[in-house]
């Protein structure tokens, strides 16, 4: 049998760390047996070494504004620049990288596949009723901004009036070289198209401080394309309640703030909601109650966009009944009936308590303020969708609950149908008892 070739790679600056000396070796060949111990306990980086390697480092700086200062300026693109830059070497986005990880099977996604949706909900109408129906329950309340003002300040005030939280404030919380490195890598996230994330980066979801270290990079910069890497990461690698802080601090912002902008959802931040949704406690706790619960409401395009996804996207039945335990607990506003809707529409086999919750929720709009208001086509859609999935479910005395609800609030269109769902399942419980 042959002898093998010997391998002559050029070694990597890796490698050269590994050997402990400023200059290129050759590669050894694996020697068949293990080195003993006190071979091993060798391998580290001597001061020598280090100040070879520093004095190197110095000097090919040295060189390349030599060169950088003989050469004459040009002025550079926005364009040439992201490429040089994610041509460095240190970004991981050499020439002929290959972007495996970027490529996923994803569903097609068209921005405008939600704009009959958003058009029938829309409407001056339609609009007028939310507005009235907001107005009956105390109104908008103070704007985001206003709100998040007001938090800082409170958290400014307590720690001004505790020294110790002061002087733990005060001090530096990372070494420079450190907030230089993440600074650096928030650059690349800003630029970021395809291709490998830098292992500073990916090493963040492992860190204690997590939050403080990505706030060095500014996400509020990011790239679309880094926000949906940044969610895969950081949703696959921290538990739930660590993965709900990601998506409320990070994801949220950056949905309701594209969506507002640019009246669509970018369709890489459409995928990352999707990714999100892997962790199903995260997303309901870190985007849809905190969406549906801020004082600036939800409006309607978000809701269209959002629930969507719910749709789209296969979620335990545990964590949709919990959820929808949740939003009939809220005050009505566009946010929460269109997904209510949206859950009711994949017509899970829901707990008894939670189709109860439901049911009660539908009946409260004959109580005062809702008994003489008129309802938005959203709320008759999601009644009809209840008692189309769920009505073989209904106890008698539920049945006329809901007859009743519909002599109250009714739709040209759509009561008709409740009246049919529900009069068949009555005539059939009582053939049935």
Do not use: C
């Given at each position: 049998m042959p002898k093998a070739t010997k391998d002559r790679q050029r070694p990597s600056l890796g490698q050269v760390i590994e050997n402990g000396e400023g200059r290129f070796k050759p590669i050894k060949e694996k020697s068949a047996k293990y080195g003993s111990e006190d071979e091993e306990a060798t391998n580290y980086i001597d001061a020598a070494g280090s100040s070879k390697i520093l004095q190197l480092a110095r000097e090919q700086l040295a060189e390349e504004e030599e060169m950088g200062a003989a050469k004459p300026k040009k002025k550079s693109s926005k364009f040439e620049e992201r490429v040089i830059f994610r041509d460095s070497s240190e970004s991981g986005?050499?020439?002929?990288?290959?972007?495996?990880?970027?490529?996923?099977?994803?569903?097609?996604?068209?921005?405008?596949?939600?704009?009959?949706?958003?058009?029938?909900?829309?409407?001056?109408?339609?609009?007028?009723?939310?507005?009235?129906?907001?107005?009956?329950?105390?109104?908008?309340?103070?704007?985001?901004?206003?709100?998040?003002?007001?938090?800082?300040?409170?958290?400014?005030?307590?720690?001004?009036?505790?020294?110790?939280?002061?002087?733990?404030?005060?001090?530096?919380?990372?070494?420079?070289?450190?907030?230089?490195?993440?600074?650096?890598?928030?650059?690349?996230?800003?630029?970021?198209?395809?291709?490998?994330?830098?292992?500073?980066?990916?090493i963040i979801p492992s860190l204690k401080n997590w939050e403080s270290v990505v706030i060095l990079t500014s996400p509020q910069d990011w790239t679309p394309h880094s926000v949906l890497q940044a969610t895969k990461l950081f949703v696959s690698n921290l538990p739930p309640k660590e993965a709900q802080k990601f998506v409320y601090n990070v994801l949220l912002p950056r949905v309701r703030e594209d969506i507002s902008s640019n009246k669509v959802l970018n369709t890489h931040l459409y995928q990352a909601l999707m990714k999100s949704l892997y962790k199903p406690p995260a997303f309901f706790k870190g985007f849809l109650f905190p969406l549906c619960e801020e004082e600036e409401h939800c409006t309607i395009r978000e809701a269209v966009i959002v629930s969507s996804v719910l749709t789209k996207t296969s979620v335990p039945v545990l964590h949709s009944a919990a959820a929808l335990l949740r939003l009939v607990e809220l005050p009505y506003s566009p946010g929460p009936a269109i997904f209510i809707k949206a859950i009711l529409s994949k017509k899970y086999a829901l707990p008894k308590k939670v189709l109860d919750s439901v049911v009660d929720y539908f009946y409260s709009f004959t109580e005062p303020p809702y008994d003489t208001s008129k309802m938005p086509v959203v709320w008759h859609q999601g009644f009809l969708v209840l008692c189309q999935s769920y009505r073989e479910d209904f106890s008698h005395e539920q049945i006329n609950d809901l007859l009743k609800l519909a002599r109250f609030h009714t739709h040209d269109a759509i009561t008709p149908l409740i009246r049919r769902e529900l009069s068949a399942q009555k005539v059939e419980s009582m053939e049935n008892p």
């Open positions: 986005f050499a020439n002929g990288e290959s972007s495996e990880d970027n490529e996923d099977d994803y569903e097609d996604y068209d921005p405008e596949e939600f704009e009959d949706d958003i058009n029938a909900f829309g409407d001056s109408n339609e609009e007028m009723l939310f507005e009235n129906l907001l107005a009956q329950k105390g109104g908008l309340g103070e704007s985001l901004g206003s709100q998040i003002l007001n938090r800082i300040k409170i958290i400014e005030k307590k720690s001004l009036n505790d020294p110790d939280k002061r002087e733990v404030d005060s001090k530096p919380q990372f070494p420079p070289k450190v907030v230089e490195v993440y600074e650096k890598i928030g650059l690349l996230l800003s630029r970021y198209r395809s291709g490998r994330l830098p292992k500073a980066f990916k």
